[in-house]
Protein backbone atom coordinates (compact mmCIF):
# COMPACT_ATOMS: atom_id res chain seq x y z
CA UNK A 1 0.00 0.00 0.00
CA UNK A 2 1.02 3.33 -0.52
CA UNK A 3 0.83 6.11 1.24
CA UNK A 4 0.82 9.92 1.09
CA UNK A 5 3.98 11.89 -0.07
CA UNK A 6 5.22 14.72 0.17
CA UNK A 7 4.45 17.15 -2.93
CA UNK A 8 7.45 19.80 -1.39
CA UNK A 9 10.05 18.02 0.86
CA UNK A 10 11.90 19.67 3.40
CA UNK A 11 15.12 19.21 1.15
CA UNK A 12 13.31 20.69 -1.84
CA UNK A 13 11.77 23.69 0.52
CA UNK A 14 15.43 24.24 2.24
CA UNK A 15 17.73 24.11 -1.15
CA UNK A 16 15.30 26.93 -2.95
CA UNK A 17 15.59 29.07 0.45
CA UNK A 18 19.36 28.60 0.20
CA UNK A 19 20.39 28.94 -3.36
CA UNK A 20 17.67 30.89 -4.98
CA UNK A 21 16.41 32.95 -1.89
CA UNK A 22 12.93 31.72 -2.64
CA UNK A 23 10.27 30.79 -0.12
CA UNK A 24 8.47 27.56 -1.14
CA UNK A 25 4.85 26.34 -0.17
CA UNK A 26 1.79 24.98 -1.00
CA UNK A 27 -1.49 25.82 -1.94
CA UNK A 28 -4.69 23.58 -1.42
CA UNK A 29 -6.69 22.74 -4.41
CA UNK A 30 -9.39 21.84 -1.88
CA UNK A 31 -9.69 24.50 0.11
CA UNK A 32 -7.63 27.77 -1.59
CA UNK A 33 -5.03 27.84 1.56
CA UNK A 34 -1.67 27.69 1.90
CA UNK A 35 0.90 25.98 3.78
CA UNK A 36 4.50 27.18 4.64
CA UNK A 37 6.59 25.26 5.93
CA UNK A 38 5.65 22.43 3.89
CA UNK A 39 3.67 19.52 5.46
CA UNK A 40 2.28 16.27 4.39
CA UNK A 41 -1.32 17.86 4.32
CA UNK A 42 -2.89 21.41 4.63
CA UNK A 43 -2.35 22.97 7.42
CA UNK A 44 -6.29 24.61 7.14
CA UNK A 45 -8.09 21.20 5.79
CA UNK A 46 -6.09 18.00 6.13
CA UNK A 47 -6.63 17.79 2.20
CA UNK A 48 -3.70 15.80 0.37
CA UNK A 49 -4.39 17.58 -3.16
CA UNK A 50 -1.41 20.10 -3.11
CA UNK A 51 0.37 21.91 -5.58
CA UNK A 52 4.35 23.62 -4.75
CA UNK A 53 3.71 27.77 -5.01
CA UNK A 54 6.34 30.86 -4.39
CA UNK A 55 5.46 32.72 -1.72
CA UNK A 56 5.94 36.69 -1.69
CA UNK A 57 8.16 36.26 1.41
CA UNK A 58 6.24 39.45 2.89
CA UNK A 59 4.04 40.31 6.33
CA UNK A 60 3.84 41.02 9.46
CA UNK A 61 5.27 39.61 12.48
CA UNK A 62 3.02 37.94 15.33
CA UNK A 63 5.21 37.39 17.56
CA UNK A 64 8.80 36.78 18.83
CA UNK A 65 12.03 36.14 21.27
CA UNK A 66 15.41 37.52 21.81
CA UNK A 67 17.14 33.81 22.31
CA UNK A 68 20.52 33.91 24.05
CA UNK A 69 20.91 30.36 23.72
CA UNK A 70 21.87 28.74 20.53
CA UNK A 71 22.46 25.43 18.96
CA UNK A 72 25.69 23.90 19.61
CA UNK A 73 28.74 25.15 17.70
CA UNK A 74 26.97 28.38 16.70
CA UNK A 75 27.30 30.52 20.09
CA UNK A 76 28.89 33.56 18.51
CA UNK A 77 24.86 34.06 17.17
CA UNK A 78 23.66 34.90 20.56
CA UNK A 79 21.59 36.72 20.85
CA UNK A 80 19.19 36.73 17.63
CA UNK A 81 16.12 37.55 17.40
CA UNK A 82 13.68 34.34 16.69
CA UNK A 83 9.91 35.84 14.86
CA UNK A 84 7.35 34.14 13.56
CA UNK A 85 5.90 35.97 10.35
CA UNK A 86 2.50 36.08 9.16
CA UNK A 87 2.78 35.86 5.78
CA UNK A 88 0.32 37.66 3.18
CA UNK A 89 -0.65 34.30 2.00
CA UNK A 90 -1.79 33.48 5.55
CA UNK A 91 0.42 30.40 6.87
CA UNK A 92 2.91 31.73 9.83
CA UNK A 93 6.68 30.95 9.27
CA UNK A 94 9.46 30.99 11.34
CA UNK A 95 12.79 32.94 10.98
CA UNK A 96 15.26 35.76 11.90
CA UNK A 97 14.66 39.82 12.31
CA UNK A 98 17.94 41.21 11.12
CA UNK A 99 18.87 44.49 10.97
CA UNK A 100 17.39 45.25 14.26
CA UNK A 101 20.14 45.50 17.94
CA UNK A 102 17.99 42.26 19.39
CA UNK A 103 19.15 43.73 23.09
CA UNK A 104 16.63 46.52 22.36
CA UNK A 105 13.58 44.85 20.75
CA UNK A 106 10.12 45.56 22.49
CA UNK A 107 6.39 44.45 21.70
CA UNK A 108 6.33 48.38 20.40
CA UNK A 109 9.32 48.14 17.67
CA UNK A 110 8.65 44.65 16.74
CA UNK A 111 5.00 43.51 17.19
CA UNK A 112 2.85 43.81 14.12
CA UNK A 113 5.43 45.40 11.63
CA UNK A 114 5.92 44.96 8.00
CA UNK A 115 9.03 42.62 6.77
CA UNK A 116 10.18 41.12 4.01
CA UNK A 117 12.46 37.99 3.26
CA UNK A 118 16.18 39.20 2.29
CA UNK A 119 19.38 37.22 2.16
CA UNK A 120 18.49 34.05 3.82
CA UNK A 121 20.92 32.44 6.75
CA UNK A 122 22.42 29.17 5.95
CA UNK A 123 23.90 27.53 9.05
CA UNK A 124 25.94 24.37 9.19
CA UNK A 125 24.20 21.41 10.51
CA UNK A 126 24.64 21.14 14.08
CA UNK A 127 24.36 17.68 16.12
CA UNK A 128 20.50 17.48 16.03
CA UNK A 129 20.09 18.68 12.47
CA UNK A 130 22.21 15.86 10.42
CA UNK A 131 21.18 13.83 7.46
CA UNK A 132 20.85 14.00 3.57
CA UNK A 133 17.92 16.75 3.74
CA UNK A 134 20.39 19.45 5.49
CA UNK A 135 23.40 18.49 3.41
CA UNK A 136 25.26 21.80 2.65
CA UNK A 137 23.77 23.29 5.73
CA UNK A 138 20.40 24.51 7.24
CA UNK A 139 18.28 27.78 5.51
CA UNK A 140 16.73 30.19 7.73
CA UNK A 141 14.15 32.49 6.71
CA UNK A 142 15.66 36.00 7.33
CA UNK A 143 13.40 38.62 7.16
CA UNK A 144 14.05 42.75 7.57
CA UNK A 145 11.64 45.82 7.93
CA UNK A 146 9.58 47.25 4.94
CA UNK A 147 11.07 50.15 4.28
Do not use: H
Request: charged share 20%.
Amino acid sequence: MGGIEYTLTFQQFNETLRKKNKLLGLICDDCGKYTCPPKMTCQECGGTNLKIAELRGSGKITTFTTSYVTAIGREVEAPILVIFVELDEGPWIMGNLVGVDPNLATMESIMGKKVQLVATRVLPTDTYSKGEEAKGGLSRPTFAFVK
